[in-house]
């Protein structure tokens, strides 16, 4: 009887295992579509701007790449539901992200609609209108924006799919687990993160709700939160012991996190020395103790980090600015204005309250985690590794990013 008990056990696992193994490839299946999609838009959207004569060839091009983007939902939906078959009972957090990518899919179908909304300049971003200008004398701009959007939307999709296969790998119940930290901090880590893809999936349920609030907003605001909630599921990753993963998924992870750093690194650079060039020695000081084989290293890195984001939140929005903007007195505290009332005063030129709580709670989780590992080292902890100090990095240097690129619309 034992056996026999024994044996359906075996076979529930194994089961288990392939099913989460077929999801897994299911989720790379609409990755790997998603990513040729967008380099392929990539390059056509770059021969638009240097080839005006080219206009029959052009315009086929374009037919064919909205042909395939037609498509995208039905291929997106079809796979999102693949982790469900298992029967499995997932987190709230997994509930929340799952409903984030359906809306996402959703603006898929809606790209005509928006697209329309390019027609009334004045109401869309004008970073939105400075990457039409080059093309308008050679195609509609129904048919640009199109194009565009569909392009936009992929590259949001492609992260946003991707940290969902890994939040489904993910055993929620050992969240924290390669630091050996107990169960109210784990739980601490838990809330955090649920309130974190519920204010994802509340900004995305709202575009679902009103699609011609992208272009209203500069694209950024659309993109950029994916890439937070990707670069947060790789943090929770770094800090929890696994089952091995399969390789390919690993490569396409490591391929999208080394992408994000290049570019983040790219533009904070010049996002930092834009607002106050004294910034960058806080930064390169800050990834010089990531890679300093002092033995206090860890302190000295959360810290630098801990005191470069003061600095750039209060360069953003210094006191002066803020009481000019607003005496409303929940907005301080002690007399100077507190963290959330910065964050308004930095959101001032995006009236669009589901962004902006978004942020709120994105710049919450990121010093959240920050916390973690800068109270960690007044303790006797498993000292983290590499990896997980990189993640860290990659976090706040992308929630900086946000920031920075956020009080540059602003102005």
């Not at 026999?4 to 790379?28: C, H, P, Y």
């Not at 569909?150 to 799919?161: F, G, K, R, T």
């Not at 006191?319 to 409303?328: P, R």
């Not at 303790?379 to 990189?390: A, F, N, S």
Request: glycine share 4%; aromatic share 8%.
């Amino acid at each position: 009887m034992n056996g026999r008990r024994g044996e359906d056990a075996n076979l529930s696992k194994a089961l288990e295992v392939t099913v989460s193994q077929d999801s897994i490839r299911g989720f790379q299946a609409v990755t790997d579509t998603l990513r040729q999609f967008r380099e392929q838009n990539a390059s056509l959207m770059a021969e638009i701007a240097r080839a005006a004569t080219a206009y029959d060839m052009l315009t086929k091009n374009i037919a064919d790449s909205l042909a395939v983007a037609a498509d995208f939902s039905k291929i997106i939906d079809a796979q999102l539901v693949l982790p469900d078959i298992s029967g499995l009972v997932r987190p709230p957090a997994y509930e929340a992200l799952y409903s984030a990518n359906l809306s996402i899919s959703n603006l898929f179908d809606t790209t005509n609609v928006i697209a329309k909304s390019f027609a009334q300049l004045p109401s869309v971003s004008e970073i939105w209108q400075s990457q039409l200008q080059p093309v308008r004398s050679v195609l509609e701009t129904v048919q640009y924006s199109n194009l565009a959007l569909n392009s936009h939307l992929a590259q949001i999709s492609e992260l946003s799919v991707l940290a969902q296969a890994s939040l489904h790998q993910l055993p929620w119940d050992q969240i924290g687990s390669a630091l050996q930290i107990g169960a109210s901090m784990r739980s601490a880590i838990q809330s955090s993160f649920l309130d974190f893809t519920q204010a994802y999936s509340g900004f995305f349920g709202s575009l679902e709700e009103q699609p011609a609030a992208i272009v209203w907003l500069p694209p950024f605001a659309s993109e950029l939160p994916a890439v937070e909630f990707f670069n947060e599921t790789n943090l929770l990753e770094s800090i929890t012991i696994r089952e091995d993963e399969d390789i390919e998924f690993v490569e396409q992870k490591q391929q999208i996190r080394q992408e994000i750093r290049t570019e983040a690194d790219d533009k904070l650079a010049v996002l930092l020395a834009e607002l106050d060039k004294n910034l960058v020695p806080l930064w390169e000081g800050a990834r010089f103790s990531l890679e300093s084989d002092h033995p206090d290293h860890t302190r000295h890195f959360a810290t630098s980090l801990r005191e470069l984001f003061t600095h750039v939140l209060h360069a953003l929005a210094p006191d002066s600015e803020v009481k000019k903007w607003t005496n409303d007195p929940a907005h301080y505290y002690n007399k100077r204005p507190t963290r959330k009332a910065r964050l308004l005063y930095v959101c001032r030129s995006i009236n669009h309250g589901p962004f902006i709580k978004f942020l709120e709670i994105d710049i919450k989780a990121t010093l959240k985690f920050l916390d973690l590992f800068q109270g960690g080292t007044h303790k006797i902890v498993v000292g983290y590794t590499t990896d997980q100090l990189t993640a860290m990095l990659i976090r706040m240097e992308s929630a900086l990013r946000f920031m920075l690129e956020i009080g540059r619309n602003g102005k």
